[in-house]
């Protein structure tokens, strides 16, 4: 095993200070209405679809009854473009009084009878991306109004701000958020201004006062931005992966599976490397249309277990062959000194048929005198493999598809003691 990443990881925990807010001790999973309902704020031509108080009861209703939540998607969270234009005379941001009639605290309390919590969108600057009132001079009051809403979970996002200094008005909104006493999950947008300028943010920063925070620019509904996303990640996990753990990670945004943009290949390639990454796994997808395929995807257990593996440890790109990527994640059970793995697959191939490549696990960085057993966990009808760390293992992969195997070392005690 790499013990020498390992180490690394550890060594960084110990000197950063995390945020302590005992929230998001695994990756977020909930549901957000951006990527597939975005700024449809009319409810005329778009009664169903509108982002509106029914909108959120009929998704919190489909989360709590077809099996999200009890697969871990507990948060639903409502993005930019619920807010009235104007403040209450008071200064509060209060919502759209046609599509939130029965108010947000109503709303949220609907969403708490399901089970399910709460999560709402603001803006540091001085208004949001979609032109609605920004938290700029407001934020105590800001985070003052949110946990009288009972909300759970802020996405705080950074439009109509001034990128260079942005970091200041973040920590002092996650000191008014801590101030209210109530568990408030942060979720913090500065890298998504400064990156994409050529500036690198602060991630020690970051992680002492966000739970999670966007790297990068937005996703939208096609394989080109999943692939582009993970290139960024790719490109820069030597600087960033460290600072992913319990309570504190990075986010390359909202899963697109079950929208217009993937194949259902590519919506397991999606799912598999976002396990990996220990990506917050937010949907962002119509519940009530959803077609079954997607569907299991998203509520794969196995897959899920890996993204919520309680060691919290960013998975890295370790190889590519013949174009396609292989990334690894270290995951429990540890037996002796050697930990489990998870091994993703994304192909950047289009040459028609599943191509069939070899590997070793030592070449992934994975040493041990144990042997490991694989299962394919999009397909666990599939022979389950037993290998030592040199053996030559084929597998095969669709064009842009992805695959996820769980690496496993074998008990050899335990198999002692049985004989
Ligand atoms: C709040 O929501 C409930 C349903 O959850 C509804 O019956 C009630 O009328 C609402 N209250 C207001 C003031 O709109
Ligand atoms: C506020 O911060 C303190 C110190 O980090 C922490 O112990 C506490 O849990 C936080 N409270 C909330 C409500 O976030
Ligand atoms: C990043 O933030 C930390 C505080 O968390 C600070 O000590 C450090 O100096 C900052 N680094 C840079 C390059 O500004
Ligand atoms: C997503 O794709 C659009 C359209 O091609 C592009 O403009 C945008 O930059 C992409 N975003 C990311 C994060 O790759
Ligand atoms: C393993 O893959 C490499 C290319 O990555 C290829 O050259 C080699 O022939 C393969 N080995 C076997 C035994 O198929
Ligand atoms: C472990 O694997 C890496 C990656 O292939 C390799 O560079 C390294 O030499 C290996 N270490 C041992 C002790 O075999």
Request: with cysteine.
């Amino acid at each position: 095993m790499n013990s020498g990443h390992l180490a690394f990881f550890l060594s960084i925990f110990a000197t950063t200070q995390a945020l302590d807010n005992g929230l998001a001790l695994t990756p977020p999973m909930g549901w957000m209405h951006w990527q597939r309902f975005r700024c449809l704020i009319d409810c005329d031509i778009y009664p169903d679809e509108c982002v509106s108080e029914n909108l959120f009861r009929v998704m919190a209703d489909h989360l709590a009854s077809d099996g999200y939540l009890e697969a871990g998607y507990e948060y639903i969270m409502i993005d930019d473009c619920w807010a009235s234009k104007e403040r209450t005379s008071e200064g509060k941001l209060q919502p759209d009084p046609i599509r939130f009639p029965s108010g947000l605290k109503n709303l949220s309390d609907y969403v708490h009878g399901k089970g399910l919590k709460f999560g709402i969108y603001g803006d540091y600057g001085t208004l949001t991306c979609g032109g609605y009132p920004g938290s700029k001079d407001y934020l105590e009051i800001d985070a003052n109004t949110f946990a009288e809403w009972g909300v759970d979970y802020l996405k705080l996002d950074g439009c109509y701000s001034d990128y260079h200094t942005i970091e200041g008005g973040y920590i002092k909104m996650g000191k008014y958020l801590n101030a209210t006493g109530r568990p408030i999950v942060y979720s913090c947008s500065w890298p998504a201004y400064q990156e994409p300028e050529g500036l690198k943010s602060n991630y020690s920063l970051l992680s002492e006062v966000c739970n999670l925070w966007r790297n990068w620019d937005d996703i939208e509904d096609s394989w080109y931005n999943v692939t582009e996303i993970l290139q960024w990640f790719a490109d820069n996990q030597d600087r960033i992966s460290q600072f992913s753990g319990p309570g504190h990670w990075n986010d390359p945004d909202m899963l697109i599976i079950g929208n217009y943009g993937l194949s259902f290949e590519q919506s397991k390639a999606q799912m598999a490397i976002w396990a990996v990454m220990a990506a917050p796994l937010i949907m962002s997808v119509d519940l009530r249309t959803i077609d079954q395929k997607a569907k299991d995807i998203l509520l794969n257990k196995d897959v899920i277990a890996v993204n919520q593996d309680p060691l919290g440890i960013m998975g890295r790109l370790v190889l590519t062959k013949e174009r396609i990527d292989i990334w690894t994640k270290p995951v429990l059970p540890k037996i002796d000194d050697s930990y489990s793995y998870a091994i993703g697959f994304l192909s950047h191939r289009v040459d028609g048929y599943p191509r069939r490549i070899n590997f070793t696990l030592s070449e992934l960085g994975i040493n041990s005198s144990k042997q490991y057993t694989l299962k394919d966990l999009f397909e666990p009808e599939n022979e389950q493999k037993i290998v030592t760390t040199k053996k030559l293992v084929f597998i095969r992969v669709k064009p842009t598809g992805g695959v996820l195997l769980l690496a496993t070392p074998e008990d050899n005690s335990i198999k002692n003691q049985k004989r």
